[in-house]
């Protein structure tokens, strides 16, 4: 049989192996675009390839994470989500909560960031910390699930369902907080509502994760698994590629004119986002009285956001202000410790 040949394969065990070791990873890809930021910002820039008479427009951000999105989607087992929408509850609680838990927590940060000294009152960061909510859950999710004893087709069911209801749910949560921020991001904020609305999300969200279940259903399983040994450890690395490029434009920046006060400020407001987030998670888990796998699902679920989606958003819509995108770094590095915290936590007898 081919599958246990599969299995083991030199792809297989490495993406195994980089897995175990993801956290580091991504403080490597931290700490690359720190020391050797040009390549990333070259990277974020946008190319132009030549084709016929014109040329077209390439992005390397959009073009990774639709990649992580794929893979995401071609590992989605259907049967395991048609077992979930039989006892929904879980995955209802996670859509619910995934639209409540931003009208509770941002307010709450606007006004936290209302009494310090900045200009602006905190809008861009609280315009950065919008668009690190408004996000589908990570994909990212259902590793940290399979490292537990999680309920992995909530997870699936909650990173698909959150994922194609965005172009819905992503500009009613923005279009709600808009009225925190000052007039400038306001109106930045309001242009990124048709964004994400449309060709956004559309193009980079759901369409790749649709095109990776359309090739689960479609494929024989050998040549599902196959491809699959060949897609998740690429995506893989191109998630932590895309990790570096993000932060490449905002650390470059930050090297270049420092400014510790932002700095401290990203990292204050993308702990207390990240806090609650996980927090009211955990106390809709308990209140719905979940058995643990599922339980464990849900938290990780409201607390883990697709960071590099609201990152590339952000590159999107505000080019020029590169250093908004530290609190969507910050947010991107606690949630991953917060959700090993909730995997160990799991895991106990």
Request: with cysteine; glycine share 8%; aromatic share 4%.
């Amino acid at each position: 049989m081919p599958q246990p040949h599969l299995s083991y394969s030199p792809a297989h065990r490495a993406t195994a192996w980089l897995r175990r070791r993801l956290g580091r990873a991504v403080v490597v890809s931290y700490a690359a675009a720190l020391l050797l930021p040009s390549l990333g910002l070259w990277l974020r820039r946008e190319h132009t390839l030549p084709l016929g008479t014109s040329g077209l427009p390439v992005s390397a951000a959009p073009l990774l994470l639709s990649l992580v999105l794929f893979s995401a989607g071609l590992q989605v087992s259907v049967g395991e989500l048609g077992r979930l929408l039989r006892r929904p509850t879980a995955l209802l609680a996670g859509l619910a909560l995934h639209l409540v838990i931003p009208l509770v927590v941002i307010p709450i940060v606007a006004f936290t960031l209302r009494q310090s000294p900045d200009t602006d009152g905190g809008s861009g960061l609280v315009t950065a910390t919008i668009l690190i909510v408004a996000m589908p859950v990570a994909a990212g999710a259902t590793v940290w699930t399979g490292k537990s004893d999680g309920d992995q087709p909530t997870m699936v069911g909650l990173v698909l369902a959150s994922t194609l209801l965005s172009p819905l749910t992503a500009p009613l949560v923005i279009g709600v907080l808009t009225p925190l921020l000052s007039n400038d991001y306001a109106a930045t904020l309001g242009t990124t509502v048709h964004t994400t609305r449309g060709a956004f999300a559309l193009v980079n969200v759901v369409l790749p994760c649709a095109a990776g279940i359309l090739c689960r259903l479609t494929l024989t399983p050998t040549w599902c698994s196959r491809v699959r040994a060949g897609v998740v450890p690429v995506a893989l690395v191109a998630s932590l590629v895309l990790t570096y490029v993000n932060a490449s434009g905002a650390l470059g920046s930050f090297l270049t004119s420092p400014r510790p006060l932002l700095l401290c400020a990203a990292l204050c407001v993308a702990a207390l986002v990240c806090l609650l987030s996980f927090t009211l998670g955990g106390a809709a888990a308990r209140l719905l009285r979940l058995d643990s796998p599922a339980a464990s699902s849900l938290t990780l679920a409201c607390g883990m956001n697709n960071s590099s989606a609201s990152a590339v958003l952000l590159s999107t819509t505000l080019p020029d202000k590169p250093h908004l995108l530290l609190p969507v770094l910050a947010y991107g590095l606690l949630q991953k410790t917060a959700a090993s915290r909730v995997v160990a936590a799991a895991s106990r007898p």
